[in-house]
């Protein structure tokens, strides 16, 4: 092969291989896998590492990623509101597709679904008529995404650093559940955990998984 010509495929390779990168790189949204230790995620350092690892295992971690956790207050510390931590928006999935131009849509009306909710990898997750089921994702949220004041009891696994006792609220990712009204059909904001060992989750019907989005 002459020079020329084996320039020539080089920069066809680093043009394809470019432009499959930038396209990558244009997710802003997924869900994240659970570590292992049920609701027992670091804290919110912890999982927003989490968001982090695996954006960037899918060639999105050039961008600043937060795990879509609220936080209660305690010991002098205010709570923490998940939407105060994820940015402005727009958000897209792994295949390009919008779930929210912006926070006041993300919590009105949402396109989050099980064909939208996707995994960094583009990747599925069991919906309620699956088995099993892991359509309960944490979020630990009311429905605006504020955190639940501190007379609800433990809505958090602690600040997420409980892989045992305690509860944590969680949202339907395929906004489907047992009931006809608003709250089980919830992205955010559907009912607490049975408790938060991995083996609790899986109870109620998820497997630790949590939201991700780029902040910036």
């Known amino acids: 092969m002459n ?13 394809i291989g470019g432009a499959a990168q930038a396209q990558d790189s244009a997710m802003t949204f997924f869900l994240a896998t659970n570590p292992g230790k049920g609701g027992d995620l670091g804290g919110l350092t912890g999982a927003d ?3 982090q690892s695996l954006a960037k295992e899918a060639n999105a971690g050039g961008k600043t990623w937060r795990a879509y956790l609220s936080a209660s207050g305690e010991g002098g510390q205010a709570a923490v509101n998940a939407r105060d931590r994820i940015g402005k928006g727009p958000w897209r999935n792994a295949k390009g597709v919008v779930i929210a131009k912006d926070v006041e849509e993300l919590h009105a009306n949402p396109n989050i679904n ?6 960094a990898k583009g990747e599925s997750v069991n919906s309620r ?5 892991y359509h309960d994702i944490l979020t630990g949220s009311q429905p605006n995404g504020h955190a639940f004041p501190p007379d609800k009891g433990d809505t958090t696994c602690r600040n997420w650093t409980s892989g045992g006792e305690g509860s944590a609220f969680v949202g339907h ?3 489907e559940g047992l009931r006809d009204d608003a709250s089980s059909k919830s992205w955010n904001s559907s009912h607490p955990s049975r408790g938060c ?8 019907g998820g497997n630790g998984y949590f939201y991700c989005f780029a902040a910036n």
Request: glycine letters at 2%.
């Open 49 to 51: 590492a989490r968001c």
């Open 114 to 119: 099980f064909d939208t909710a996707l995994t």
């Open 129 to 133: 008529r699956m088995k099993p089921n």
């Open 173 to 175: 990712h395929d906004r």
């Open 197 to 204: 060992s991995l083996e609790a989750l899986n109870g109620t």
């Open 3 to 15: 020079r020329k010509l084996l320039s020539a495929v080089c920069v066809a390779a680093l043009t």
